[in-house]
């Protein structure tokens, strides 16, 4: 589950760090110390430690049963990629709406929406955090991504959006196979659970 955020500094914007969990700890860290079975007591007890532990399972269990899947297409998907094929023919595809992304079968492209599907998923799946939009910019083979959030009242927002951004680089990296360089984030509502 080897999850590294951290390996994201090391092109054009590697002077700007990823913030650590509210207690101050590199989330990085923590994540390889979970996945050794080494948690040092500090850790074992820190909430914050916990939640970025719980959002690394869960994101690696999501990259994991994606990875595993096969899907049934529906009987409908014939007709659905004509449709496609024919409106690309008659429209085509903006070159700034695609992402491009390298992978083990050589250069590939994204469309801009269905990557900030995959990121904003990331973020949906955190306690405490809904995604609400996503944007992603590309310079060169690192993406810049702009996202909006609510958060549950009485959360701590530090805490949630330093695990935002954290999550966002990994999920940039593992399902995309794109190093993130940096996260915006802009809390916009905030929401209470009866």
């Known amino acids: 589950m080897a999850l590294d955020p951290s390996a994201a500094a090391t092109g054009p914007g590697a002077d700007e ?18 996945a050794d079975g080494m ?3 500090h850790e074992r007890g820190c909430p914050h430690c916990a939640a970025a532990i719980a959002d690394a399972h869960g994101l690696d269990g999501v990259v994991h049963r994606m990875a595993q899947e096969q899907p049934l297409p529906p009987p409908s998907l014939m007709d659905t990629v004509m449709e496609a094929v024919l409106d690309t023919v008659t429209a085509e595809l903006r070159p700034q709406d695609l992402l491009a992304l390298d992978s083990p079968a050589g250069p590939a492209r994204l469309s801009r929406p269905a990557a900030a599907r995959v990121l904003r998923h990331a973020v949906d799946r955190m306690d405490g955090m809904r995604a609400r939009s996503c944007r992603i ?5 690192h993406l810049t991504v702009a996202i909006t959030v609510t958060a549950r009242f009485g959360v701590d927002l530090a805490s949630v959006t330093a695990r935002v951004r954290q999550m966002v680089v990994a999920a940039g990296e593992q399902a995309l196979g794109a190093p993130v360089a940096r996260v915006d984030i802009t809390v916009v509502d905030l929401w209470d659970e009866p």
């Open 137 to 141: 910019e590309q310079d060169g083979v």
């Open 17 to 34: 760090q990823i913030e650590p969990l509210a207690c101050g700890r590199d989330a990085a860290v923590v994540w390889d110390h979970a």
């Open 39 to 41: 948690l040092d007591e």
